[in-house]
T-cell receptor
Framework: GAGVSQTPSNKVTEKGKYVELRCDPI?????LYWYRQSLGQGPEFLIY????????DSGLPNDRFFAVRPEGSVSTLKIQRTERGDSAVYLC???????????FGPGTRLTVL | SQQGEEDPQALSIQEGENATMNCSYK?????LQWYRQNSGRGLVHLIL?????REKHSGRLRVTLDTSKKSSSLLITASRAAGTASYFC?????????????FGKGTKLTVNP
């Protein structure tokens, strides 16, 4: 079946604007993860969902970041009042629950001008 | 914070040679995973090794895990030019019950044709 998909692939916005990033996980995967990757670094965890609920949101950097997964499938990462430091590639992954392989999408490159 | 540390940071070899990358981590784990990333976008899952396993093979990949030393190695045999990419190890944390992954900064592998 299809892999994890993310839209848009690129997003350019101005400082202070609101953005939404979307993730479509692999069908049937109960766990969904968001990571952020800056240039030259490994991905850093933001939040993960088991079904509809956020099981661990300890990686969200501040309250400008929020994510939802209302029906336990598609997830949206929302960033308010964007700052230049938010510029990064935002990666989504999904897996069967139970400490299994995480399969990543192609990422959304966010640029805040 | 990033738990894993890959070593070396960069590696350049000729096509047909073997490439070995190492990873060290800090806390007790359930699993350790290796990923490949081309061009700073999506990560491709290579192999998962569980904490009760010591060695695992998949095609030209061989992974070892030493939980007493909190370290792992990834061996790629007979490397191909298409294997030029960054390679990351990622670990979960046994304590805390979260399935999030913690990545290192990666090893940048260049395979020269």
């Amino acid at each position: 079946g299809a892999g994890v998909s993310q839209t848009p692939s690129n997003k350019v916005t101005e400082k202070g604007k609101y953005v939404e990033l979307r993730c479509d996980p692999i069908s049937g995967h109960t766990a969904l993860y968001w990571y952020r990757q800056s240039l030259g670094q490994g991905p850093e965890f933001l939040i993960y969902f088991q079904g509809t609920g956020a099981a661990d949101d300890s990686g969200l950097p501040n309250d400008r970041f929020f994510a939802v997964r209302p029906e336990g499938s598609v997830s949206t990462l929302k960033i308010q009042r964007t700052e230049r430091g938010d510029s990064a590639v935002y990666l989504c992954a999904s897996s069967w629950t139970g400490y299994n392989e995480q399969f990543f999408g192609p990422g959304t490159r966010l640029t805040v001008l | 914070s990033q738990q894993g540390e890959e070593d070396p940071q960069a590696l350049s070899i000729q096509e047909g040679e073997n490439a070995t990358m190492n990873c060290s981590y800090k806390t007790s784990i359930n699993n350790l995973q290796w990923y490949r990333q081309n061009s700073g976008r999506g990560l491709v899952h290579l192999i998962l090794i569980r904490s009760n396993e010591r060695e695992k093979h998949s095609g030209r990949l061989r992974v070892t895990l030493d939980t007493s030393k909190k370290s792992s190695s990834l061996l790629i045999t007979a490397s191909r030019a298409a294997g030029t990419a960054s390679y990351f190890c990622a670990t979960d944390a046994k304590e805390g019950g979260s399935e999030k992954l913690v990545f290192g900064k990666g090893t940048k592998l260049t395979v020269n044709p």
